[in-house]
């Protein structure tokens, strides 16, 4: 069964950072990109990050570049989003995704950036 | 950036119903496009994907169908389970984006 579970979330300051993690099962991570998707409170869907298998190209939305890092470890399972320079309008529910046609998903985890 | 446009935003039906969502791209993009349900509090789920394909262990009443810049996906016999929101996603070209939605409500 493939299965996602993201990690990392809370209430942070803005400026502040934040490191989100995905592990996943179930199939063979280092076959498949991978997909960071949010979603702020009563709003749509927004697509954020896809990372290559070989973590060798990354591509962001325009409003999270130079802010957010999207890396991967094939050995542990696991994708990561670094967060940095955060803002209030980055608060959201944040998913993982398989591929970048995004076929499974996490549950999701929120991140709050508030004072 | 390509724009996905969804129409309608929301819509009422009763169960049984005959329900169509549209999603319009800005540019073509082929066939790379899925659908997707969400239910309050839920993560979404993929219905379709490259625009007409179900995913397996979706019910047969969801369709999806076009090309290019124009898209339709089709739930020919609306169930209680179905009332939710409906996102569609291009995956041709970078960034990604998502339509705005469509929320599904009881009529």
């Known amino acids: 069964e493939v299965q996602l579970m993201e990690s990392g979330g809370g209430l942070v300051q803005p400026g502040g950072s934040l490191r989100l993690s995905c592990v996943v099962s179930?199939?063979?991570?280092?076959?498949?990109?991978m997909t960071w998707v949010r979603q702020a409170p009563g709003k749509g869907l927004e697509w954020v990050a896809n990372?290559?298998?070989?973590?060798?190209?990354?591509y962001y939305v325009d409003s999270v570049k130079g802010r957010f890092t999207v890396s991967r470890d094939n050995a542990k399972n696991s994708l990561f989003l670094q967060m940095n320079s955060l803002r209030a309008e980055d608060t959201a529910v944040y998913y993982c995704a398989r591929t970048t046609g995004a076929d499974y998903w996490g549950q999701g985890t929120l991140v709050t950036v508030s004072s | 950036d390509i724009q996905m446009t969804q129409s309608p935003s929301s819509l009422s039906a009763s169960v049984g119903d005959r329900v169509t969502i549209t999603c319009r791209a800005s540019?073509?993009?082929?066939?790379?496009l899925g659908w997707f349900q969400q239910k309050p509090g839920k993560a979404p789920k993929r219905l379709i994907y490259a625009a007409s394909t179900l995913q397996s262990a979706v019910p047969s009443r969801f369709s999806g169908s076009g090309s290019g810049t124009e898209f339709t996906l089709t739930i020919s016999s609306l169930q209680p389970e179905d009332f939710a929101t409906y996102y569609c996603?291009?995956?041709?070209?970078?960034?990604?984006?998502f339509g705005g939605g469509t929320k599904v409500e009881i009529k």
């Open positions: 996603l291009q995956y041709n070209t970078y960034p990604r984006t």
């Open positions: 179930g199939f063979t991570f280092s076959s498949y990109w």
């Open positions: 540019q073509g993009i082929r066939s790379d």
């Open positions: 990372i290559k298998q070989d973590g060798s190209e990354k």
